[in-house]
């Protein structure tokens, strides 16, 4: 019986080894990188940059199309297949893809550490929750809880294409334009600033020149490239 | 002549390249090595290549450049102007009158090989993507007074980033009558200035940032950078500090400078 029970739990155990085969230590942690001094404070809502920032957003929403919409709302999702995959094709999925998909999910947690504490620091409101003139669907307001800056989205939009682009040099100047957009979404849904925007594209730019210094990082890397090149039919 | 008048004479005499030492010793002090190790930081890699041409994002950047250009006022223009030729002592606007060259030699000599080192990887970068200005590539775009002419390739100026297949750098062309557009040199100054002044007032952090933003923001409004050119900038200056501040003898220097600045405004000391 306890053997018969055991059987689902091994096949897990084989299915998922790929990515249990990551480190299980953080690629970067709070100390290596001094993100509070480095990034720069928001702007205020009332100083210049500021209003420039709101008017930007109510620019983009005048153009909102249902494309669009649909577009910020499958973005929502911060995995490496919705941001690559426009990019990549229908083939780079998560089934064929295991430990690209776990090791991209720690890259953007691990990176979390210059986001969170630093959203803590300014804890600035969201666009929507600043201006009337802001328009953002229920489910995408409800949804981002903490303060705006700097924007997560953005960050995972900028981590992706700087790590997937030294895997998938071919695609590098598609995978940028692809994440840069990603954050365009995110700030034409009203949930975040250009200046958000900005700053989770320094956030990650800093985790990732950390991370490239870490050999579990690059160990890590290198097996979730010959991964991704090998399933996608590269050299 | 007696001896004690003479001895006066060679006392004063003996004095003055003395002076001349102690004015000119914070400057000498500073490291002799450079704050950055070659291929610290591999910026070709992690800066993204700029916006291709007839892309979604080079639409939007050229016609953010349009639109700051509508903005424009005199007062704006001539800001900008000033901005271009401004340097460390634009951030004058906001640690006051103080803020001067006079005063400060260590902060003079520190910036100087500071922006030494960041522009010469700004050049590199540059060279990496040959990306031409607006003002090159649109008719409309109108830089006011000299900032057009001001972003001319120096004489002897060279290609010298490396043309890997991983890079996206594109393949080498003659160089143009104008230096390349991305990044932004003046954005990426501003910036790596406001972070570092921000760490030796932070009694002013808010304010020396806005101001070192404000610095490569108006390089758009001039006509001569993309903001996307102003971003990288930006991100090039961030990823720079963080990589010279894992250098002893630059945070050894820092601290010099700091302090000089802090006694100069008449601020307490920081640890």
Redesign the interface.
Known sequence: MRKLALAPLVFLCLAASPALALSGKPYITATD??FA?????P??ES???GKRDLQAIIDLQKNMTPERMANIHRDLDQSVFTVAGPVLGAKFGKESFPMAGAFFDKVVKDAGVGVGPIKQKYKKLRPFQYSKDVHTPDDIAKAAGGPTYPSGHSTTG?LV??IL??MV?EK??AL??R???YGINRITSGAAYPSDW?GG??TA??A???M?KNPEFRTDFDAVKAEIRKGLGMN | MNATKRGSIMRKLFLIPALWLIAATPAFSLSSEPYLKTGQ??LI?????P??PG???QQRDINAVLNAQKARTTASATRAEEDATAGLFAFADVLGPKFAADSLPTNVAFFRKVNGERGSVVNLLKDCWERPRPFVVNSEVHPPGTMAKDTANAPGAKNVAPHD????CRPLEPLPAYSYSYPSGHASGG?IM??LL??MVPEK??EL??R???YG?NRVVGGVHYPSDV?AG??EA??L???M?QNPAFRSDFASARAELRKALALSPLN
């Not at chain 2, 890699?45 to 290549?49: E, F, G, I, K």
């Not at chain 2, 297949?165 to 996206?168: N, Q, V």
């Open positions: 990188v001094d001094t480095l990034l720069p404070p702007p205020t100083s210049p940059a900028a294409p700087i682009g030294m040099p590098r100047e940028y334009e994440g840069w957009e900005e594209h320094i730019e800093l990732v020149n950390q490239l | 930081v591999d890699h992690l800066l993204p290549p916006p291709a892309s979604l994002e297949a991983d890079s996206s910036a406001a972070i921000a760490n952090r808010r940032f806005a070192g933003w404000e923001r971003e930006r991100i961030t990823v500090v963080s990589a501040m």
